[in-house]
């Protein structure tokens, strides 16, 4: 079926769509210098208008880099706690727009 909202990709191969917080920690937890450097969540569309990634540095610790050109926003952050990063990415990626998110319904009591 794929990802509802994003898919998250690491470079060993290894995929989640739709990842929890927990779901992240363990994908940066598996991160290591050698063969499994980085991961990448976005959306799965063809030409997606954000991204997410977390890269290993080789002086330790990590990258992480978000870019939504919907927003002109683009930063990049060093990073040393897994739980800090994990938590970020997930809020930072609840506040994106999901163009076949549902809408929430509101009523009036």
Known sequence: MGAQYYGADSE???????????????????????????????PDEDDPVW????AVLDEGGYEMVRRDTSRNEHEVTPATSINDLARDLTIWMAARDFPERPTRQVTDF
């Open 12 to 42: 060993n191969g290894d995929r989640i769509d739709d990842a929890s917080e927990d779901a992240l920690f363990m994908m940066i937890s598996a991160l290591n210098d050698s063969d499994n450097t980085f991961l990448v969540a976005q």
């Open 51 to 54: 991204f997410a990634s977390v």
